[in-house]
């Protein structure tokens, strides 16, 4: 395997990665030469220079994991990622400080003109006067996104002896009046409350553009305003504008629109107190280990066979929501794979049950890799995995749903499926028994239990003398070995019809199942194939 580290990031994510891959670094490249190499890599570990863009996305075959070395991933079509089943991931907590630290940095810097005076000073020049500045002491910040940033730059504001005002729709009032600050719930209410306003916020299409023209008139003349976020999320030709009119006193930017090519920004021309740094707020020695490492573990853990810790476009598998149920998201996509390949027609709901310890958990990431497991007898292009199969069930019109229940049952955890399709409904379940033994317990009306394994023939038949003698005949005659077996009858005790549950050692083809259907009895013998370890 193959990995491509581009945009000068820490090398301590080579000496991870080599565990497992051979990693290339290289410079950044541009759209065309990324799309070039890229289909040699099995993953690609980028910071902000590069777009990966879902013209590099397509190209990208091989393509199993896309890293950013930072927080936000507006650099990454996740869209066009998502469809082709890559996992992205990002480092969250790596640059937090660093971060932090510079939006402090920077509205210390605008507000005692830390940068023209400094200049002045260079120059010779004792102009005292003309640098005084203003004090953050009992000044009121507000803070758009108390995220792990927002939050740590609160803590420090709040050491400084400034006022808090929070906006963050997804924050509750109880947390931020915890640390002290005042939450206030729309944006119309909160700008005029601000002497400073920092934003930490990712770039979405509701935050684009989010300070303009507009706001900033609702804003308190002589506002200072602070982005070590993302370019875009403060329309720079307004805010050069409302500085120039004396609406805004000053500004601190770290970030921009079209970055690292600014010559057209507007800002750079902007006539009054303004302070600009090239998007520094991860720049720190610490923050690219952190993030590096970060990264390069996530990376490397995929790439053995693992599962990512910040998987941005997996939400319902991040370890806090996965660790809970994490020991039966192996029978999950089995029982999704055996009723897929057992059902005939085209799949237009599946219903989801969850009994015993699972009833009271989050079953959410189970949800997916049953999805996963029942998509993968489609016959898809794309390969199904865990992060393009709620993609896909949702483009074919598949709807998921799931109940959590608190009938009794004989297992630790029960889990039961039951696909709607077009020409029937197929109803598979699964089990741990004494909590760390998986079993397939139900097949349709049959009550079974069956280990999971690789290879597996599904055999209905009459209930009649010699008949798994006579299936186990021709079995035998083509050198296949049989593991285990389970044959049970119908719940009704006075059903005629039964089923052989068979765990076989190889793949079974067409001309053997033609054999095997040809025994007086026999009914529709199925082979079928798990992802269950032998």
């Known amino acids: 395997m193959k990995v491509l580290v581009t945009d000068k990031i820490n090398e301590s994510a080579g000496n991870i990665i080599a565990d497992v891959a051979e990693v290339d670094f290289l410079p950044t490249m541009s759209e065309d030469e990324l799309v ?46 998502t469809q082709k089943g890559i996992i992205v991931v990002n480092s969250p907590d790596g640059n937090t400080m660093a971060a932090a630290e510079h939006t402090i940095a920077l509205m210390l810097a605008m507000s005692r003109n830390i940068a023209p005076a400094a200049t002045s000073t260079k120059e010779g020049k004792w102009d005292r006067a003309k640098f005084t500045g203003c004090e953050l002491f009992s000044k009121t910040l507000g803070i758009i996104g108390l995220g792990k940033i927002g939050s740590h730059v609160a803590e420090v504001a709040l050491a400084l002896g400034m006022k808090i005002v929070v906006f963050d729709p997804f924050t509750s009032k109880d947390v931020v009046e915890k640390m002290g600050g005042e939450y206030v719930q729309n944006l119309d209410d909160f700008w005029p409350k601000c002497d400073f306003i920092t934003v930490h916020v990712p770039k979405t299409k509701d935050t684009v553009n989010m300070i303009n023209k507009d706001t900033i008139a609702k804003m308190k003349k002589g506002v200072r305003l602070v982005n070590c976020a993302r370019g875009g999320i403060i329309n720079e030709q307004d805010l050069k504008d409302a500085i120039e009119q004396g609406q805004v006193a000053s500004a601190a930017i770290d970030v921009y629109e079209n970055e690292p090519n600014i010559q057209e920004c507007p800002l750079i021309h902007c006539e009054g107190n303004i302070v600009l740094t090239p998007h520094l707020g991860a720049s720190t020695k610490e923050a690219q280990m952190n993030v590096a490492i970060d990264v390069a573990e996530q990376i490397k853990a995929v790439l053995s066979g ?98 959590c229940s608190n009938t009794k049952c004989n297992f630790a955890g029960l889990l039961s499926v039951k696909l709607i399709l077009d020409k029937e409904i197929i109803s598979v379940a699964g089990a741990m028994v004494a909590k760390d033994i998986p079993r397939i317990v139900k097949i349709n009306d049959y009550e079974t239990s069956i280990r999971p394994q690789r290879h597996m023939l599904l055999i209905p038949h009459v209930n009649k003398p010699s008949m798994i003698a006579k299936v186990a005949k021709v079995i035998g005659e083509n050198n296949i070995n049989i593991g285990s077996m389970n044959v049970v009858q119908k719940n009704d005790k006075h059903e005629t019809e039964s089923i052989m549950v068979i765990n076989i050692d190889s793949e079974v083809g067409d001309n053997i199942l033609k054999e095997i259907e040809k025994i007086d009895g026999i009914h529709y013998p199925r082979y079928v194939k798990l992802t269950a370890k032998d």
């Open 36 to 81: 070039k190499i890229i289909p040699q890599y099995d993953a690609l570990m980028v910071r902000s220079q590069t777009k990966v863009t879902p013209k590099i996305i397509e190209a990208g075959n091989n393509l199993k994991i896309i890293g950013r070395a930072g927080v936000g991933v507006d650099n990454i079509d996740l869209d066009a990622a």
């Open 306 to 403: 693992g599962s990512a810790t910040s998987a941005v476009n997996i939400p319902s598998l991040r370890p806090d929501k996965l660790e809970p149920v994490k020991d039966y998201m192996q029978i999950a996509e089995n029982v999704g794979e055996l009723a897929g390949q057992i059902s005939d027609g085209m799949i237009k709901s599946i219903e989801i049950t969850a009994q015993g310890d699972l009833a009271d958990l989050d079953i959410k990431p189970l949800e997916i890799a049953v999805l996963k497991g029942a998509l993968s007898s489609l016959g898809i292009n794309t390969s199904v995995n865990y992060v393009n199969a709620p993609v896909i069930a949702k483009k074919r019109g598949i709807t998921i749903t799931s109940t």
